[in-house]
Nanobody
Framework: QVQLVESGGGLVQAGGSLRLSCAAS????????MGWFRQAPGKEREFVAA????????YYTDSVKGRFTVSRDIAQNTVFLQMNSLKLEDTATYYC?????????????????WGQGTQVTVSS
């Protein structure tokens, strides 16, 4: 079965950087779309970024454009989210997700498999 395991979260000061990883296993990911979402307490899970596994095409929500970069290492079956210039409002639990839909969903409803999440806390 598909397993997604996130790592790399932590506490960082505003303006700092973190790199999240998502180790994927249990399927062939060549036609998948891998997404990153985040959820802050009391808020809905929101789309952050996504990448087409094979083509490497990337997509971002407006609030992270220019600051976050999603990438993947096909040989390691791992997806990354490099987060720079972190802001207080980036504080959330970050989730990795996978889908084999032919389009790029920007809603959590469009993804079929999820990791357990990793906490990112940005302090002032």
């Amino acid at each position: 079965q598909v397993q997604l395991v996130e790592s790399g979260g932590g506490l960082v000061q505003a303006g700092g950087s973190l790199r999240l990883s998502c180790a994927a296993s249990g399927a062939t990911f060549s036609r998948s779309v891998m997404g990153w979402f985040r959820q802050a307490p009391g808020k809905e899970r929101e789309f952050v970024a996504a990448i087409r596994w094979t083509a490497g095409t990337t997509y971002y929500t407006d609030s992270v454009k220019g600051r976050f970069t999603v990438s993947r290492d096909i040989a390691q079956n791992t997806v990354f989210l490099q987060m720079n210039s972190l802001k207080l409002e980036d504080t959330a639990t970050y989730y990795c997700a996978a889908t084999w839909r032919t389009y790029i969903p920007d809603s959590w409803l469009g993804y079929d498999y999820w990791g357990q999440g990793t906490q990112v806390t940005v302090s002032s």
